[in-house]
């Protein structure tokens, strides 16, 4: 069972950053392609950003791109999102996110193993 660990939020004011870190148990972690999503108040959850197993392809949410950076070190079984120029419409939970395929995506049911979650707050 792979599980999954964010850490890294925190409160921040707008135009800050903020680094999130995903840990993922289990030894297939380089197999599958990885993903950040995130869930204001009041909202469902969506997509932020994805990469592939090996790093080599990745995929950002139109309000985000730019300004975010997801990566991940597989000797390690890290996952993170840089976040740079942070809004407070930036302001969610942050969830770290794992496929069952090496490729990309950025529908939330091709995901089946999640963390807990780690909360953004950005102020204005």
């Known amino acids: 069972q792979v599980q999954l660990v964010e850490s890294g939020g925190g409160l921040v004011q707008a135009g800050g950053s903020l680094r999130l870190s995903c840990a993922a148990s289990?030894?297939?972690?380089?197999?599958?392609?990885m993903g950040w999503f995130r869930q204001a108040p009041g909202k469902g959850r969506e997509f932020v950003a994805t990469?592939?197993?090996?790093?080599?392809?990745?995929y950002y949410a139109g309000s985000v791109k730019g300004r975010f950076t997801i990566s991940r070190d597989n000797a390690r079984n890290m996952v993170y999102l840089q976040m740079d120029s942070l809004k407070a419409e930036d302001t969610a939970v942050y969830y770290c996110a794992r496929r069952t395929s090496y490729d990309i995506s950025v529908r939330t049911t091709d995901y089946v193993s999640w963390g807990q979650g780690t909360q953004v707050t950005v102020s204005s």
């Open positions: 990469i592939s197993w090996n790093g080599g392809t990745t």
């Open positions: 289990g030894r297939t972690f380089s197999s599958y392609a």
